[in-house]
């Protein structure tokens, strides 16, 4: 070979890297991106023109924030994030002194949460519109929010639960909402050494009634269970209404490094809970009644005040004396989602880590129950018989499947952590047909209706963990998100990418037909039984009781009345009740004093929200509204004086000349 020959074939070898490395920019800069092929017609998709409303509400959970957040689709548009869990100042959920009992638990005032699952009320396996649910994962309590005021409801602690994170998933009729303890701990709790997890430690599942009509929730019963970690859940539907099933892991019982000792078997078990044969035995008084001690908080709309319930005995039911009540599904390997296809026939178990994804047969499990067909008992519960129980395998799923949604066309979609991507699969045949990227580290995934009988399709969002190099960076902390891809076609199409307020973990969608015409748009001073209400401003006044003083206080566009206060001492305990007098829908007033150790109040049409202020100097204060009401916002304001604690200065309050004892 001559030097010129060797040069020339240096030289193409050469660029044939560079053609190779440049092939492999291009492509990562496109897979970096998502960019999509044809981005304008992708522009169309979710553009919603100014004025328009958008196809579906969609709720995404807020984590670690404790809340939940309302957003259009497709276009992604932040709506609303409703405070549950979590004290919110904008809104004065859980400052203002009607919301302060909804956060009352057993561990006492808690202001916080982390919010993991919403899930929408349901009427024949359909999302009906009517509430929704999410759970509280650190302090284990379950929230209903009302759709017609997007508020939250009611609060319901679950006891003898170390987490409640398997929660809170509907039957078809929301007959019930399910409650699995994420962490075992000893039940009832106890001071025992953490080494004999084995011996002194349980789980529970427990089962939430859920009032039809005005949606109040109650713990129907619990079922004691081995001390596994009770991870996700789902309920049957169709042929498999009736039942529901817990994933779980570490069920080698581990108390210490779990990230290995909880991985040591090669499978763990979805829990199956015949429910209707727990209401036989309850029925027949197979229970037993444990003490337990719980809140249940409840806000009521006619008092516009949330009380706080304090209950003291959960029944419970023991699987070992009641047989037919629950089965274990062997599954491969630390599942995470456990997910019930439309037509209830396919029960998906999530193996986190597992590359093969196990998909059971409800009918099969039936007839592995009755032909007994079980290779263990675990503190009398039968574990069924994997092969006989097994529909299919999906063989080419991405790694660290998490969870799968339905899109009612015999297609289901499953996250994938660890390669970032949703792998869509024929159910029947657990066949892959389609997969795409999420950018980046995707959790749960979200079809709208797609864990109901009857999912709309149509779209799938992504609720990713990280986003690195996808938003302009905000410092250390950057953003979740989540990503909106069209799932009509034979492949999935990116659409969207939308930053999220807090960690999504799960969301949910329902048509917005379903429940936009039925918006409470204000509250009828007429109908309010709110104790310290003032619904005219002639019934405005202020009283002293002791050194409680009781500021009854009325808002209209564009004063308060009373707007000048005298007669208030240090060391008070001033209750200012502040009652919006206006009766149009979209006119809130707000209120704020200076001083205040607490937020402001923002108060709807019709309703009366109270603020407590501890003035600690004396000094003449103004106070003034904080939503900017109209053309004198600005004038809505007023003062209050404040005298030494030993003062003489006699109560007195009035607006101009027209009111009060001037
Ligand atoms: Cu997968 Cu808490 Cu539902 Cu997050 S959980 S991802
Ligand atoms: Cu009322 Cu601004």
């Known amino acids: 070979m001559n030097r010129l020959n060797l040069n020339f074939q240096v030289k193409m070898l050469a660029f044939a890297i560079f053609l190779s490395l440049f092939a492999l920019a291009c492509n990562n800069g496109s897979n970096q991106k998502g960019l999509a092929s044809n981005a304008s017609s992708n522009a169309e998709k979710v553009y919603v023109a100014p004025g328009e409303y958008d196809e579906y509400y969609a709720f995404l959970s807020g984590g670690f924030s404790g809340q939940l957040a309302v957003y259009g689709l497709p276009s992604g548009r932040l709506f609303k994030i409703i405070p549950v869990f979590s004290v919110d100042a904008e809104k004065s959920y859980g400052f203002n002194e009607e919301t302060k009992p909804m956060l009352q638990t057993s561990h006492g005032w808690l202001p916080w949460d982390d919010s993991h699952h919403p899930e929408l009320s349901q009427t024949d396996g359909v999302p009906d519109g009517k509430w929704i649910f999410i759970n509280g994962n650190n302090t284990p309590r379950i929230a209903r929010i009302d759709l017609t005021t997007f508020e939250t409801a009611e609060i319901l602690e679950i006891p003898n639960s170390g987490g409640n994170h398997s929660s809170p998933f509907t039957t078809e009729n929301t007959e019930y909402i399910v409650a699995g303890t994420r962490f075992s701990v000893p ?59 817990f994933s779980s892991y570490n069920t080698e019982e581990a108390n210490t490094l779990l990230e290995s000792n909880a991985s040591q078997k090669d499978k763990d078990f979805i829990a199956a809970v015949n429910w209707k044969k727990a209401e036989e035995y309850i029925k027949q008084g197979k229970f037993h009644t444990m003490p337990a001690t719980y809140y249940d908080n409840s806000y009521d709309e006619t008092t516009q005040m949330g009380n706080s319930e304090l209950k003291k005995e959960v029944k419970v039911l023991i699987p070992s004396e009641c047989p037919g009540l629950m089965y274990y599904l062997p599954t491969p390997k630390s599942p995470h989602g456990v997910d019930v296809d439309p037509t209830g026939e396919y029960i998906v178990g999530n193996g986190k880590l597992s590359s093969d994804m196990a998909v059971h047969s409800f009918t099969k499990m039936l007839k592995a129950i009755e032909n007994e067909d079980f290779v263990d008992n675990v503190d009398g519960i039968p574990v069924l018989n994997y092969e006989s129980i097994l529909a299919g395998i999906v063989t080419d799923m991405g790694l660290g499947p998490l969870h799968t949604e339905f899109d009612g066309k015999g297609y289901a979609y499953t996250s994938c952590f660890i390669t970032s991507e949703i792998v869509k699969w024929e159910v029947a045949t657990q066949k892959v047909v389609d997969r795409v990227p999420t950018y980046y580290s995707i959790g749960h995934l979200m079809i709208p209706g797609g864990d109901s009988r009857k999912p709309w399709g149509e779209y799938v969002v992504a609720l990713n963990k990280i986003t690195k190099d996808r938003y302009l960076p905000t ?5 979740q998100s989540a990503q909106l891809y069209d799932i009509t076609g034979d492949k999935m199409q990116l659409l969207l990418d939308f930053p999220t ?41 202020v009283e002293r009781n002791g050194n409680e003083v009781h500021i009854y206080l009325t808002a209209i566009r564009s004063h308060f009345a009373p707007d000048n206060i005298e007669g208030i001492k240090v060391g008070d305990k001033v209750y200012w009740h502040v009652t919006n007098l206006e009766q149009a ?28 202020w501890e003035p600690k100097e004396e000094g003449v204060f103004p106070f003034y509204c904080t939503d900017f009401c109209s053309a004198l916002h600005q004038e809505m304001q007023g003062y209050v004086r404040v005298s030494a604690s030993n003062a003489n200065v006699p109560l007195k309050w009035w607006l101009a000349d027209k009111m009060g004892n001037k």
Not at 588 to 604: D, Q, R, T
């Open 475 to 479: 410092g250390p902390e950057l953003c």
């Open 187 to 245: 039940i009832p709790q106890k001071d025992f050494p953490i080494e004999s997890y084995k011996e002194n430690f349980k789980g529970t599942l427990s089962f939430v009634s859920v009032d039809p009509e005005d949606g109040d929730m109650e713990i129907a019963f619990q079922i004691l269970v081995p001390a596994y970690d009770y991870d996700l859940a789902h309920c049957g539907k169709g042929p498999s209404h009736g039942w529901a099933f």
């Open 501 to 541: 307020m807090g960690e999504p973990h799960y969301a949910q969608a329902i048509k917005a037909d379903v429940i936009k015409d039925k918006q409470v748009r204000i509250y009828r001073l007429n109908e309010s039984q709110h104790p310290y209400k003032a619904t005219k401003e002639q019934d405005a006044r």
């Open 585 to 612: 829908w979209d006119v809130p007033h707000g209120f704020a004093v200076l001083g205040a150790h607490n937020a402001e109040l923002l108060i709807m049409p019709g309703q009366t929200e109270t603020l407590l």
